[in-house]
């Protein structure tokens, strides 16, 4: 993996995603191309058209990212891809003939992006017949020694056997465990010198998976495997790296405390997250405001009730704030103001509700929010009192999501489907403790981008 500002990205997704810019650019011009010679007009070199190459294949790009084409699925399966790259060319070029018709001065004919468009998913797709299941095989995965052979080595195993795994065990080291569950890990006594073992199986890191570290350390073992050229990890922070999230199963305080990240130098950043937000959310506020208003109607006609509604969150440093949002349940949903976890096809939701959820359009008027200061686009949801209060006792660290400003969407709404339990709330946490832990403005664009596949492909929306 290569780390871009905090977050890690696969090496098979970028050598992918560098061959389909490439791609898209041969497909520019070889639309342009086609569209020239039908005129009967005169080619000119390529140097005159690398403003309108380059904005074709950037803006699709953008399109490929936000609606998951290089998620996993899409890795693991042509039919899925080729659905995805059908739905993000086709969403790109309309996008596309707007800015092009806004800004003539960038962009092709609009005529010769049909072309284009024909071309590029053409090629997209060819490229992945091309390279079939290579980008997930094994050259393309770090080789890694566990030393350990207990239930965290085991956690281990069955990670590497995921679809989308970035890395592959190529051995086990059994270090004394009292509960032994790797059968197939070799007794550290059994091995004269773990560094050339580690060697001769070719690994480039190696996982410290100890059930128990306290006096257990191999120091003169990691120091030698160090100074050989692999790389040393401990298991929590090679579980962030993989995972995308903070594993509360492994994590303990002294690691937080120590690890990198939850850096306190983010003037420069948090100035440009709070003008983004004004400014995103005024533009959002302005052009969604007849959707807003005809969704109000339409709420308003269904049910009995006001068709907007105030309810309290927790927010930045635990202080409580009112969100609005457009009403989604009958107004009796909740009797004596309990908060109730909502269930999967509520039967408490209307119809309207129902619509409105899936799109996520009750969520617009948290621009208001927003635009107060008091939530971000970006950033942990905001949970209502009652339920902060009962997971802050059961799920440890819960309270560090609130060092963050809450958000409209995060980290965890793109990567896990909506719950409505302690299980799925310690998912959702290790989640939000990761944005939390890795924060950059390249993370918040990456999880606005992805937000789109969110709305488009809905995962259980309530």
């Known amino acids: 993996m290569i780390r871009l500002f905090k977050h890690y990205v696969p090496n098979a997704v970028l050598l992918l995603?560098?061959?389909?810019?490439?791609?898209?650019?041969?497909?520019?011009?070889?639309?342009?191309?086609?569209?020239?010679?039908?005129?009967?007009?005169a080619t000119s070199p390529i140097v005159t058209r690398w403003p309108e190459l380059l904005s074709y294949a950037f803006f699709l790009e953008i399109s490929m990212i936000s609606v998951g084409v290089y998620g996993t699925e899409s890795l693991q399966s042509l039919r899925y891809a080729t659905a995805r790259l059908i739905v993000a060319i086709s969403l790109g070029v309309i996008g596309l003939s707007t800015l092009y018709f806004l800004i003539p001065q960038i962009g092709f004919w609009?005529?010769?992006?049909?072309?284009?468009?024909?071309i590029s998913i053409a090629l997209l797709i060819f490229l992945r017949m091309l390279l079939g299941k290579a980008l997930g095989s094994q050259a393309f995965k770090r080789r890694i020694v566990v030393l350990g052979a207990g239930a965290r080595a085991q956690r281990l195993k069955d990670l590497s056997k995921t679809p989308g795994a970035g890395f592959v065990v190529v051995g086990y080291i059994s270090m004394s465990e009292a509960a032994r569950v790797?059968?197939?890990?070799?007794?550290?006594?059994?091995?004269?010198?773990?560094?050339?073992?580690?060697?001769?199986?070719?690994?480039?890191?190696?996982?410290?998976?100890?059930?128990?570290r306290r006096n257990a350390l191999p120091l003169k073992d990691l120091l030698r495997i160090k100074t050989t050229g692999v790389h040393v990890n401990e298991i929590s922070t090679f579980l962030e790296r993989e995972t995308g999230r903070v594993d509360l199963a492994s994590v303990n305080p002294s690691w937080l405390i120590f690890s990198d990240g939850f850096s306190s130098g983010r003037m420069l950043s948090s100035a440009f997250k709070r003008v983004f937000d004004i400014t995103a959310s005024l533009i959002l506020l302005a052009l969604m405001l007849p959707v807003i208003l005809l969704t109000a109607i339409a709420v308003k006609l269904e049910s009995r009730g006001p068709a907007f509604y105030r309810q309290r969150r927790v927010g930045l440093f635990g202080q409580g704030f009112d969100v609005i949002k457009l009403r989604s349940m009958r107004q009796d949903a909740e009797v004596g103001g309990n908060a109730v976890w909502a269930e999967k096809n509520d039967p408490r939701i209307t119809r309207v509700g129902r619509i409105i959820?899936?799109?996520?359009?009750?969520?617009?008027?948290q621009c208001w929010s927003v635009l107060k200061g008091e939530m971000s686009f970006v950033g942990p949801r905001p949970e209502r009192p009652q339920f902060v209060e009962d997971l802050e006792t059961q799920l440890p660290y819960y309270a560090e999501r609130h060092m963050v400003k809450p958000g409209i969407t995060g980290w965890a709404q793109i990567n896990y489907p909506y719950g409505a339990s302690i299980?799925?709330?310690?998912?959702?946490?290790?989640?939000?403790?990761?944005?939390?832990?890795?924060y950059s403005p390249f993370l918040d664009l990456l999880i606005l981008l992805q937000t789109a596949r969110v709305v488009l492909f809905p995962d259980g929306a309530r």
């Not at 005529?111 to 468009?117: F, G, I, P, R």
């Not at 959820?357 to 008027?365: A, F, Q, T």
């Not at 299980?423 to 890795?438: G, H, I, M, P, V």
């Open 17 to 41: 995603c560098a061959l389909d810019v490439l791609l898209l650019l041969a497909a520019g011009e070889i639309g342009w191309t086609i569209r020239v010679h039908q005129l009967g007009m």
């Open 110 to 118: 609009r005529s010769n992006l049909l072309y284009a468009m024909g």
């Open 182 to 212: 790797i059968p197939e890990a070799i007794s550290r006594d059994a091995i004269y010198n773990l560094a050339d073992h580690v060697v001769l199986l070719n690994a480039s890191e190696v996982v410290l998976a100890l059930e128990e």
């Open 357 to 365: 959820r899936k799109l996520r359009i009750d969520e617009l008027p």
């Open 423 to 438: 299980e799925d709330s310690r998912q959702k946490l290790e989640y939000d403790l990761y944005y939390a832990k890795n």
